[in-house]
């Protein structure tokens, strides 16, 4: 019965804490966004898995092993906010592997996967053929982006939580001095005042931080006119 009860302990702490990281992290669920999220789901569980039914490891033992690597993971993803060189050295990148209808055959070695796994993706979505295609992308977590020929390309990130993508902005042909420009017609000094900035319909469309406070103050100003 002891043990029983030891394991229901252990379950609802595991939980517990697991509730708190989702909370603290911002999450609604551990849904995994890259290879490294994918990791540390696997790793939580296997520590949650191999301490709940050891009896020899007590509740106090696998709350402190689970909230290490809670904390290990909050740190990266502290890291990953400040860089974005960290964040794709820790999370890798997109591959581009098809761009405005060429096939790019070395991104495929460099994704490490094979045209045949990439066109099985493509069957499951609907899609006939590469030939279809006028941009593809290898996400992180394994996933593809793409727009088919005719169709209104996907949107590029150039900014992303204040920091430049200069890859993105290269492969749109700009350079800094124009995107400070388009930032001056935006009311904005610095690369750092901006959450993100999107390529969309050969415009870029720029989205500042904004404080909640002074944007519902503006409202109940709005609504006492």
Not at 3 to 17: A, E, H, M, S
Not at 32 to 53: E, H, K, R, W, Y
Not at 104 to 123: P, W
Not at 192 to 208: D, H, N, S, T
């Amino acid at each position: 019965m002891a043990y029983y009860l030891q394991v229901l302990i252990k379950l609802l702490v595991t939980v517990i804490l697991l509730l708190i990281y989702i909370k603290i992290s911002g999450r609604s669920q551990l849904a995994p966004m890259s290879s490294f999220d994918q990791i540390g789901n696997m790793v939580v569980g296997a520590i949650g898995g191999s301490t709940l039914l050891n009896p020899d490891i007590s509740v106090l033992d696998s709350s402190v092993f689970i909230t290490i690597w809670i904390g290990i993971l909050l740190l990266l993803r502290l890291i990953k906010g400040k860089s974005l060189k960290l964040k794709e050295l820790i999370d890798g990148r997109r591959i581009q592997l098809v761009r405005q209808g060429v096939l790019l055959t070395d991104a495929f070695a460099r994704a490490r996967v094979s045209v045949r796994d990439i066109e099985t993706l493509l069957h499951n979505d609907g899609i006939q053929g590469l030939h279809e295609l006028d941009n593809l992308w290898f996400e992180t977590n394994g996933q593809l982006t793409y727009n088919v020929k005719g169709e209104a390309r996907l949107s590029l990130m150039i900014i992303e939580e204040g920091i430049l993508n200069q890859d993105m902005l290269d492969y749109i042909k700009r350079d800094e001095a124009w995107l400070q420009e388009q930032l001056q017609q935006a009311g904005l000094e610095q690369i750092g005042q901006v959450f993100c900035a999107e390529w969309a319909g050969e415009k870029l469309w720029v989205y500042p931080y904004q404080d909640l406070d002074q944007l519902e103050a503006r409202s109940e100003r709005g609504h006492t006119r």
